[in-house]
């Protein structure tokens, strides 16, 4: 049987990926944080009590700032595929917290990379990237003889890796680019495609009145998270490590997605929605779309779910919450 590693296990991308994996006859362990109260939820209904005979889903305390609990778990563990989900991904918390988040999600890579490299087992590595380090630098460039990934993201700091030194009978490193957001019902609360498909259930269920937001202007790449986990999957069963692009190619304002949740549900938005400037973003990247013709070329892949249906799943799904 086939066994892999999420870090993240617990988020929207963790739970989808596993739901996938057990399908395909994973055996699946999951990195989660040990806290006084469970944050499960979105994994409750596949998991299991590991002494139940027949049982796939395993999941281990442990952390990204801690190095010696990734090396425990990936010791015992065994993995053939580590799916590197876990971070501090929210970008204004990155702007509250950049201590932390570099160390959790800049550093964290660096130590799940040593862990892997110190097995001493084959490991295909399967890292996701944010859309935001295509910000607005100039150029960013990745030398495939050093076989170098340099990451600039604007939100959450500068990640430089040199996997040149490592020895390249280890392990595999295969890169996503692929944060061009992708959403679903399970999409963290504190984001601003949930946070707006709450509120709507919640105004027509007359527990709320008003929305509050920030920028509405920046332009993105939106999917559905589901269809996504999947490609992280068909990626590591390459040969060979590469780096992907994913994304739906098509471009939409903040704007556009809180207009159409909005009407989908009958309601006009401009008499629910204010401005508060404490959500914007210090430093904003105005406009991102995806080239994901690389993925398609390679994999036959393109999005099934668009922007408005993928707008009428997550507003259904909070309306019947």
């Not at 700032?65 to 501090?88: C, F, H, M, R």
């Not at 949930?194 to 009145?209: H, W």
């Amino acid at each position: 049987m086939k066994k892999a590693l999420i870090t993240g296990v617990t988020g929207q991308d963790g739970s989808y990926l596993s739901e996938f994996l057990l399908s395909k006859g994973f055996e699946v362990h999951g990195l989660i944080r040990r806290a006084s109260t469970f944050n499960t939820c979105r994994i409750d209904h596949i998991y299991s009590d590991p002494h139940e005979p027949g049982t796939h889903f395993f999941l281990h305390y442990g952390d990204l700032s801690d190095s010696e609990q990734i090396s425990d778990i990936l010791y015992n563990t065994k993995p053939g595929e580590v799916y590197n989900l876990g971070a501090q991904s929210h970008v204004k918390v990155s702007f509250s917290m950049p201590e932390y988040t570099g160390n959790v999600t800049g550093l964290g890579t660096t130590r799940l990379l040593e862990a892997i490299r110190r097995s001493d087992n084959n490991v295909k590595l399967y890292q996701a990237s944010s859309s935001e380090m295509f910000g607005r630098s100039p150029s960013l460039k990745r030398s495939r003889r050093r076989l170098t990934l340099q990451v600039l993201m604007r939100s959450q700091g500068l990640l430089l890796l040199d996997d040149a030194k490592l020895p390249s009978g280890l392990w595999n490193v295969c890169v996503q680019r692929h944060s061009f957001n992708h959403e679903s019902p399970r999409r963290g609360e504190i984001f601003v495609t949930r946070k707006t498909t709450m509120a709507v259930a919640s105004i027509i269920a007359k527990k709320q009145r008003v929305l509050f937001l920030g920028n509405l202007e920046p332009k993105r790449d939106w999917g559905y998270a589901p269809e996504y986990v999947e490609i992280m999957w068909r990626i590591l069963q390459q040969d060979e490590p590469d780096d992907f692009v994913v994304g739906t190619g098509e471009q939409h304002t903040v704007r556009e997605f809180v207009e159409q949740a909005f009407a989908y549900a009958g309601l006009q938005w401009e008499d629910h929605v204010k401005i508060d400037k404490k959500y914007f973003r210090p430093t904003e990247t105005e406009d991102l779309v995806a080239d994901s013709s690389k993925i398609k070329n390679t994999f036959g892949w393109k999005p099934k779910i668009g922007f408005r249906d993928l707008i009428k799943i997550m507003v259904d799904a909070d309306m019947r919450k």
